[in-house]
Nanobody, 121 residues
């Protein structure tokens, strides 16, 4: 049974940086696609970044050049380095794992608890 534990969220000032982590258990991540999603208040959950088994990465336009997704297969962890944070990045951030198609659709029965990122003065 897959379990996802996200951490690293915090209150940060605009322009600041955070590094989120997602530890995966119950499955191997090396052959699957991993994604970071976020959900702001009263908004739908959106896919922010994803990384394929070979390390190819994709980003939504609003975070390109500011966020970097990476993973360490050995410790089953995916990271999201967030630089140049903006107030509009405020959201609960979640990770998930699946096929490329599943990640793009974002329709999973199971989600971890997420980690809150707040960008504010």
């Amino acid at each position: 049974q897959v379990q996802l534990v996200e951490s690293g969220g915090a209150l940060v000032q605009p322009g600041g940086s955070l590094r989120l982590s997602c530890v995966v258990s119950g499955t191997t991540i090396s052959i699957k696609t991993m994604g970071w999603f976020r959900q702001a208040p009263e908004k739908e959950r959106e896919l922010v970044a994803h990384i394929g088994p070979g390390g190819v990465t994709h980003y939504t336009d609003s975070v390109k050049g500011r966020f970097t997704i990476s993973k360490d297969d050995a410790v089953k962890t995916v990271y999201l380095q967030m630089d140049g944070l903006k107030p509009e990045d405020t959201a609960v951030y979640y990770c998930n794992i699946g096929t490329w198609s599943e990640i793009l659709k974002g329709q999973f029965d199971y989600w971890g608890q997420g980690t809150q990122v707040t960008v504010s003065t």
